[in-house]
């Protein structure tokens, strides 16, 4: 069974940073493309970030030039490294692999002041 476990949200001041982690397991991590999400409250979930096998990447336009995704295949392990954070970007954050599959408990990001 695959399973997803997000971490690293936090409560953060307007212009912080913030490095997520996303540990997968029961999938064959390396040969999926991998994407973050994520959900504010009363909104749809959106995606925030991918990453593809040969380590290409994918950014919505509120996440460029703020956000790199990365990962790591020895360790199961997609991170999101979050600079100058935003008050719009406090939500739940959630990764998962392309396609999706079931979702994770997510990671709560606060940004304010």
């Known amino acids: 069974q695959v399973q997803f476990v997000e971490s690293g949200g936090n409560l953060v001041q307007p212009g912080g940073s913030l490095r997520l982690s996303c540990a997968a397991s029961?999938?064959?991590?390396?040969?999926?493309?991998m994407a973050w999400y994520r959900q504010a409250p009363g909104k749809q979930r959106e995606v925030v970030a991918a990453?593809?096998?040969?380590?290409?990447?994918s950014y919505a336009d509120s996440a460029k030039g703020r956000f790199t995704i990365s990962r790591d295949n020895a360790k199961n392990t997609v991170y999101l490294q979050m600079n100058s954070l935003k008050p719009e970007d406090t939500a739940v954050y959630y990764c998962?692999?392309?396609?999706?599959?079931?979702w994770g408990q997510g990671t709560q990001v606060t940004v304010s002041s």
């Open positions: 029961g999938t064959i991590f390396s040969i999926y493309a």
């Open positions: 990453i593809g096998t040969s380590s290409d990447t």
């Open positions: 998962n692999q392309l396609p999706n599959l079931g």
